[in-house]
């Protein structure tokens, strides 16, 4: 199994452009969600998505965008990057509740905003 | 909020010594506790989940703990060897589930050989 595929690796972004950070996974897992990890802040939840057709908002929303049009994917839509948004980003897939088991992290995007 | 805090934010020991990790919660309400690995420009890698049913689990050399009341969890690390320098988080969530994770901000760990 591949499980949790992030892409790009690696994006350079000018402000204000936009761009769709990919996310995959071949688990058939209910849950999935979208972290930032930044230096001294830790990882904190962007939004996150029960099933497919249901999204909701983290801790830090602002500025991005989420759908689930299907189980296996869930693409993060930054509308106009900003300086701020530069960060390392991480997306997460778990079954859900009923089943308690751990999460399965891909290996990150590096997004720097210039 | 919830609020997790590790400490200490960094270690580093010589190879073939026991150490533990400390893990603690502001808020007891949560439906599993789960310590991480991660290597450096990497991502993160489940070590051990713990319901909030449970006191403890096992994975080889590892050892999690969990006090909810208290809310504390401890990492044990036996014999530690050099393959294990990485940073540990951990992560709680919440009764309402959703994969909905807070983190710590981790424990850099350092085993020299």
């Known amino acids: 199994n591949a499980g949790v595929t992030q892409t790009p690796k690696f994006q350079v972004l000018k402000t204000g452009q936009s761009m769709t950070l990919q996310c995959a996974q071949d688990m058939n897992h209910e849950y999935m969600s979208w972290y930032r990890q930044d230096p001294g802040m830790g990882l904190r939840l962007i939004h996150y998505s029960v099933g497919a057709g249901i999204t909701d908002q983290g801790e830090v929303p602002n500025g991005y965008n989420v759908s689930r049009s299907t189980t296996e994917d869930f693409p993060l839509r930054l509308l106009s990057a900003a300086p701020s948004q530069t960060s390392v980003y991480f997306c997460?897939?778990?079954?859900?509740?009923?089943?308690?088991?751990?999460?399965?992290f891909g290996q990150g995007t590096r997004l720097t905003v210039v | 909020k919830q609020e997790v805090t590790q400490i200490p934010a960094a270690l580093s020991v010589p190879e073939g010594e026991n150490l533990v990790l400390n893990c603690s919660f502001t808020d007891s309400a949560i439906y599993n506790l789960q310590w991480f690995r991660q290597d450096p420009g990497k991502g993160l890698t489940s070590l051990l989940l713990i319901q909030s049913s449970q006191r403890e689990q096992t994975s080889g050399r590892l050892n999690a703990s969990l006090d909810k009341s208290s809310g504390r969890s401890t990492l044990y690390i036996a014999a530690s060897q050099p393959g294990d320098s990485a940073t540990y988080l951990c992560a709680v969530e919440g009764i309402q589930g959703a994969q909905k994770l807070v983190f710590g901000q981790g424990t850099r760990l350092t085993i020299n050989p």
């Open positions: 997460a897939s778990s079954y859900s509740k009923a089943r308690a088991t751990e999460a399965f």
